[in-house]
């Protein structure tokens, strides 16, 4: 078994890796430091402890030092994700500034390492805040923050964590992940109700608890990101792409687009293709 101690740097006190499955040789592991880790895309099979946590995009995990762990493919298809490891005495100061109001013993105290599932736009904005670390050369500015998203990851995701957490409904994970098909997003949340079995009320509330989002705030992100994807592979215009994408209003697409990514989509678009 490989003690792992090799992925903190000492100054920046710590170490930002993307991880593919089809280019790593993966072994069962502990290490001398912490790490999350975010499931960027497939999924994963991970054998944790003597357990197995299956796990899909979108979720972030906090791993302990005493942890034990391995990775395979649930599904034989290839999976990646982005891994943020930490010393002991980054994790421990954060605690510290924390206080007795954030219950740390449970993350450190659970069976299986604490995990939280994220929505598409969460998994994305987190992915390119870690990323982001790598570009500060000085160690020091990057130990910087590195511990201040850190507190924004913990206080975030991980506050008020108890492993009693009701796993969610198999129904809920089930009909989410129909919904990711273009022909169901298309179709709005008609076809997220029909899908599901469920009143829409009933829907509505299982999603608000167990991803933090409506069925309408999730249907705008898959419509979103679809219609990013349509400007990357096709010469669509942004008209034809918006109501390819399931939206009948071009102004309420303008709108929403520039609000979810900061700017219009022809500004995007011709971003994109230069």
């Known amino acids: 078994m490989l003690d792992a101690c090799y992925h903190v740097n000492s100054v920046s006190e710590c170490m930002i890796r993307y991880v593919k499955s089809d280019t790593e040789y993966f072994r069962p592991h502990y290490h001398n430091y912490y790490e999350i880790f975010l499931t960027m895309h497939g999924n994963v099979k991970h054998m944790i402890n003597g357990s197995i946590q299956r796990l899909s995009e979108g979720n972030l995990l906090f791993i302990r030092d005493f942890d034990i762990h391995d990775y395979a493919s649930c599904d034989g298809k290839p999976f990646d994700f982005l891994n943020m490891s930490f010393s002991r005495k980054t994790l421990y100061g954060l605690f510290d500034y924390l206080g007795k109001g954030f219950d740390s013993d ?26 982001e670390l790598n570009s500060y050369e000085n160690k020091n500015i990057m130990r910087t ?26 129904w809920l994970e089930l009909t989410y992940e129909k919904m990711k098909r273009p022909e169901n997003f298309i179709s709005g949340t008609d076809r997220f109700a029909a899908l599901s079995g469920k009143s829409r009320e009933h829907l509505s509330r299982m999603m608000k608890k167990y991803y933090g989002l409506t069925p309408t705030d999730y249907v705008t992100e898959l419509r979103l990101n679809y219609a990013v994807n349509l400007m990357r592979t096709s010469n669509l215009s942004i008209t034809d792409i918006c109501y390819e994408c399931g939206f009948s209003s071009l102004s309420w697409f303008y709108k929403l687009f520039e609000s979810y990514f900061g700017e219009p989509p022809a500004v995007y678009k011709k971003a994109m293709k230069n």
């Open 145 to 170: 923050k590195m511990r201040g998203l850190l507190l924004n990851i913990f206080t975030k995701y991980f506050d008020g964590y108890s492993e009693n957490k009701t796993e969610i409904p198999l």
């Open 106 to 131: 449970a993350l450190l105290s659970a069976e299986l390492p604490p995990c939280v599932a994220l929505s598409s736009r969460e998994r994305d904005r987190l992915f390119y805040s870690i990323v």
